[in-house]
């Protein structure tokens, strides 16, 4: 069966519907339309000049937002492939992934996140959603407000991450999918959803982008050389209390160097130091290569074993990916790894304090000096806003939309004694 066909009337419908295109066109189905609007996306192009581990500007090796973005794409395509489910959509989803995250990553989005409180708060998965149907115009209502790219229903599920208000019921209150004044779309996306349930497409971009950023954030971290793994294993009890304290994974050390064995056991793993050579860097690319299909192919197999073969595998609710338990903790030992070496790292931390104290300064300027100072759409979004709280959200969907570049530039500009060089 196509796997096109798994997908019903109600799975292809936009909130706005749209005629079909001139009988000239190529054609395309639903769901391919959606990946070329998030390809086309001016948010896709700021990935570009967004941190992912370290800044995109000190090195022109280590990856960014949307080379990351790429990475993760090209791992969703082939599991959802191999599952049997649309590969558009989870492609489309692992494109869309970060659109929604701040200038400095993580950092700023908890920066963000303190200074949102009045209007509750900021996270890049909401910001996300609120991206994909407001903010990045290609469509409007018969009332002329944007419905932001108009995404098919199918592909704005496996956009959310996490399908819930924040401080739902039964949820932590620090991850969330959507921001109050943009629950009516996201009612319309759920619609017939079991509650608070992700997708199967959604859960395969998930794991899509852990597989990606845990092999992915390694190899950054060898080539930047802040690690090397021929000699990993030889002293691993302070990266394991760094994997517990950034709440990776609470096993016991012995359990953890034994999972790192497993992974030193894979055939490519280095026995000598990166040097630099094509022929070192041949050799970790393998390895990266060798991981993610180790990841996914223990996926592939958990999933299609469990019982859940047939027609209703792989479509939105008719089936959960199955990640092996060893899957989730070899993944987490990466993450650890990475997370000790590489985020953890004295001149990093320095650079995130920067970072939060410049966004920390913007925000309010621009609070205090819009709309005058904010680009045009959001300038018109301020001026509607009916409240304090709205025009606060307005204030962080502009900064948000900044490239780590742009943050700073526009933090000298109308900040006085700019913070430069975060």
């Not at 993760?72 to 082939?78: E, L, N, P, S």
């Not at 995250?101 to 509750?120: A, I």
């Not at 064995?261 to 860097?281: E, N």
């Not at 300027?365 to 759409?377: G, N, Q, Y």
Request: glycine share 8%.
């Amino acid at each position: 069966m196509d796997p096109l066909d798994r997908y019903d009337d109600a799975a292809r419908a936009r909130v706005v519907p749209e005629p079909p295109k001139r009988v000239d066109a190529p054609e395309r189905t639903p769901f391919e339309r959606d990946r070329a609007r998030v390809v086309h996306a001016a948010a896709s192009r700021r990935l570009a000049a967004k941190t992912q581990v370290v800044g995109p500007q000190s090195d022109d090796f280590v990856r960014n937002r949307l080379t990351h973005s790429l990475e993760v794409a090209q791992i969703a395509r082939d599991l959802s492939r191999a599952l049997g489910s649309h590969p558009d959509i989870a492609e489309t989803a692992a494109l869309a992934h970060d659109l929604g995250h701040p200038p400095f990553g993580h950092n700023g989005e908890r920066v963000l996140d303190e200074l949102g409180g009045p209007c509750g708060g900021f996270e890049g998965n909401a910001q996300t959603l609120r991206l994909l149907t407001r903010l990045e115009s290609k469509t409007v209502d018969a009332e002329g407000r944007s419905v932001g790219l108009n995404l098919t229903r199918a592909t704005l599920d496996a956009c959310t991450k996490y399908p819930w208000p924040r401080a739902a019921e039964g949820y932590e209150a620090v991850k969330f999918g959507v921001y109050a004044d943009d629950l009516p779309v996201f009612g319309w996306l759920r619609e017939g959803a079991p509650a608070s349930r992700r997708c199967v497409e959604a859960q395969i971009m998930d794991l899509a982008d852990d597989v990606a950023y845990s092999v992915h954030d390694v190899e950054d971290g060898v080539v930047a050389d802040r690690l090397d793994l021929a000699t990993l294993h030889r002293d691993t009890a302070p990266v394991w209390a760094t994997l517990r304290d950034w709440g990776l994974a609470e096993q016991p050390d012995d359990v953890l160097d034994e999972v790192l064995a497993d992974l030193r056991a894979v055939g490519s793993w280095p026995t000598a130091p990166y040097d630099g050579s094509r022929r070192s860097l041949a050799a970790l690319k393998n390895l990266t290569s060798d991981l993610i299909g180790r990841f996914c192919g223990a996926v592939q197999q958990a999933t299609l074993g469990s019982g859940a073969a047939g027609d209703a595998l792989p479509v939105r609710y008719g089936a959960d990916l199955v990640v092996p338990e060893r899957t989730a903790l070899e993944i987490a030992v990466l993450k650890g790894v990475a997370a000790h070496f590489v985020m953890g790292a004295s001149d990093r931390l320095a650079a995130m304090d920067r970072q939060r104290d410049l966004l920390a300064d913007l925000v309010p300027v621009l609070l205090d000096r819009a709309p005058d100072v904010l680009d045009r759409a959001f300038a018109d979004d301020w001026r509607e806003a009916a409240d304090d709280a709205a025009r606060l959200r307005v204030v962080l969907d502009q900064v948000a939309s900044l490239t780590d570049a742009s943050a700073v530039a526009w933090h000298a500009r109308l900040c006085r004694d700019g913070i430069m060089g975060a």
